[in-house]
């Protein structure tokens, strides 16, 4: 028995540093759990559609090839509409980062696009109500033909101005929008959402392209039960590495994403590695690298 308790032992011994390794990727992935309240508890960029740029990415901006962790949202989302007054910023501009089912499907795949503004169906009039224009200056925003800081009873168009980092027009065509509602029989409330690199160049200023244009994204204002949750935590760069084994990896892919995911998974190994061998080689000459730290906690125990 004692035999075999010792060539366990030593066995561990050798292999504790890929122990070790699975050990933190475990408590790592565990630790996201917890956090997000959600499985999966992170998500893959797998486009250009959130990029603040055409050919570069930027930490604090969610690139193609970064994950994301998200968090349930309980009902909470809150709109570029809703934070611009307060100054309430996630990944680069006003509102948050939704992760959210198109059409409520879960065989879609879902979209991590910004929420912008909040639509609410008005049963009686056949149109639309945005209380949270209310909050926002006047020169932030238009309602087409109506008086100024007329928020309710709205069916042709509402425009909010100097959205985003190309200081485009979000232009959203209630008109169009409402035709949509009473060809399909909709009557429900829901978040206009948009990509922050969805945008156009027409007729000498830039214009947003959100997603209730297309068909092919999600034509309807989304539910709340189709949110899955809300951006927090950007891990940039990792999520290349299930792109690139898919087959799936864009050509609008920035060359520093690459480069910086090469450097980072070199680290990853490089410094573990050296770590190892520089503590063998010290024991070797009979030198404990830990003594220092182990003396520290023996005096706090005692």
Known sequence: MSELTGKIGGAVKRNRGPIAAVLIVVLLFGGMVAYSGLWPPVYVVESASMQHSDDR??????????????????????????????????????????????????????IIHRAMLRLEYNTTSASFDVPSLAELPEWKWGNGAYEDGRWWDLDTVVEIYDVGYLSATLRVNLADLLSYYSNAGLSHDGIITMGDHNVAYSSGEWVGIYDQTSSAICRSPVKEEWIVGEARIELPWLGLIKLWVNGNLPESTPDNSKTDLIILVALLITVPLAFDITSSILRKKGIDPWARLKGRLRRKKD
Do not use: H, M, W
Not at 70 to 99: H, L
């Open 57 to 110: 990415s930027a930490l604090g901006i969610l690139d193609t090839g970064d994950l994301v962790i998200i968090k349930g949202s309980n009902g909470g989302v809150r709109t570029y509409v809703e934070c611009f007054s307060d100054g309430d910023q996630s990944f680069g501009d006003y509102g948050e980062v939704i992760v959210y089912k198109r059409y409520g499907r879960s065989d879609l795949t879902p």
